[in-house]
Nanobody
Framework: QVQLVESGGGLVQAGGSLRLSCVASRSIFSFNAMGWYRQAPGKQRELVARITRGGSTNYADSVKGRSTISKDNAKNVVFLQMNSLKPEDTAVYYC?????????WGQGTQVTVSS
């Protein structure tokens, strides 16, 4: 069973930064892609950023230019650096991983941006 453990969330003022981390219980190179999703109260879960095994990335328009997804294959960690945070970025952020057989989720980490 794959485990994904997120950390790095918290309360930050608008304009601030946070770096989220997701540690996987097995080699992240085994996944086709990993990503960060978020879900705000009353809204559907949405993709924030995604990185493939080869390192290709894509971002939601709402965070493009303010966020960077990266990974450390040796440490089995995926990061999401978020800058210039806005109150609308407030949500629970989930780590996601996909391989040929299944999709996996972390338990989520809360990000709250105050105005």
């Amino acid at each position: 069973q794959v485990q994904l453990v997120e950390s790095g969330g918290g309360l930050v003022q608008a304009g601030g930064s946070l770096r989220l981390s997701c540690v996987a219980s097995r080699s992240i190179f085994s996944f086709n892609a990993m990503g960060w999703y978020r879900q705000a109260p009353g809204k559907q879960r949405e993709l924030v950023a995604r990185i493939t095994r080869g390192g290709s990335t894509n971002y939601a328009d709402s965070v493009k230019g303010r966020s960077t997804i990266s990974k450390d294959n040796a440490k089995n960690v995926v990061f999401l650096q978020m800058n210039s945070l806005k109150p609308e970025d407030t949500a629970v952020y989930y780590c996601n991983a996909k391989d040929w057989q299944a999709e996996y989720w972390g338990q989520g980490t809360q990000v709250t941006v105050s105005s």
